[in-house]
């Protein structure tokens, strides 16, 4: 590690800096070391990442002291927040402070800050299309991550600024993929109407941004978007139909409803795809599928990315299917005697 120069990565346990310590620690001859940052370094993320060669490091990001830690002696790092974690924009734009201000003591030459748009711009407080939330937000998520930018900037922190997209993961984690209707029909729900949505896959995000870390620092102050794909959600629906051998339909409803579902978070992401839907053209204009290709070669759009991972997706699908095979062999066996 002592000839290669050292990445401070938060969030190294997590999706997107898990991307990004694995595309580095996978790359032999890489310039770059691993010093993946977690709370727990027992976990078996963690565990994983150190059998590969990474320094792991230890540290609480509500503790300034110790994000300070992470980065003594460092050349660069990776910067994320996760929100879901808290549901707290507030804690969101504390740790992004401690990090930037961290970043600044430490005197690194590149960090790349995972950002997103602060909503606020496309949509005041004062626009009643969107519901405010938390009395001061639109879409908590995106706004605190936008609003953090400053602290980097602010702090003449050499920052490359990050955006991702939907992460198409949340089909297999976070309860956005098919359900069977009453109907007995497979649908995806979203309120998007016929617009792009951008996504990604989330083991390509780390791997973009192991793609801004080799162009040095050439892309300090830039804003980059990142996506693998921007297909409509009829064309996901019918990509998991072919995916998943069955047809899968596309329930578009409005934004209210959605924010109605009434599960955690429901009021944010119903805003967050509102905002998607409303703002496609920006949306989709600010992330490059083309660009995030030559960061990243081995780029997954959405139906290669569902050859690895259909299989992953949480629905009933292979279950009636095995049930029907198994039906099936019975009466074979029955009609043989």
Known sequence: MADKKIITIFGATGAQGGGLARAILNDKKSEFAVRAVTRDPESDNALALAAMGAEIVEANMDEEASVQNAMEGAYGAFCVTFFWAHFSPETEMVHAKYMAEAAKAAKLKHVIWSTLEDTRHFIPLSDNRMPTLQGKYKVPHFDAKGEADHYFIDNGVPTTFLYASFYWENLIYFGAGPKRGQDGALA????????????????????????????????????????????????????????????????????????????????????????????????????????????????????????ENAKKIPSDVYRKRRAELKERLREEMEDQG
Request: overall charge negative; glycine content about 10%.
């Open 188 to 307: 995806i729900t979203f309120p998007m109407g016929d617009k792009r949505l951008s996504g990604i896959a989330s083991e390509d995000i780390g791997k973009c941004a192991y793609g801004i870390f080799k162009q040095g620092t050439s892309l300090v102050g830039k804003r980059i978007g990142i996506a693998g794909a921007e297909p409509t959600c009829s064309e996901m629906a019918a990509s998991l139909s072919k995916a998943l051998g069955e047809e899968v339909r596309y329930n578009d409803v409005p934004p209210d409803v959605y924010r109605s579902f009434g599960f955690p978070g429901a009021d944010e992401l119903g805003n967050m795809f509102q905002f998607y839907r409303d703002f496609e053209e920006e949306c989709v204009s600010t992330r490059h599928v083309p660009y995030s290709k030559e960061l990243n070669p081995e780029l997954q759009d959405f139906d290669s990315w569902l050859k």
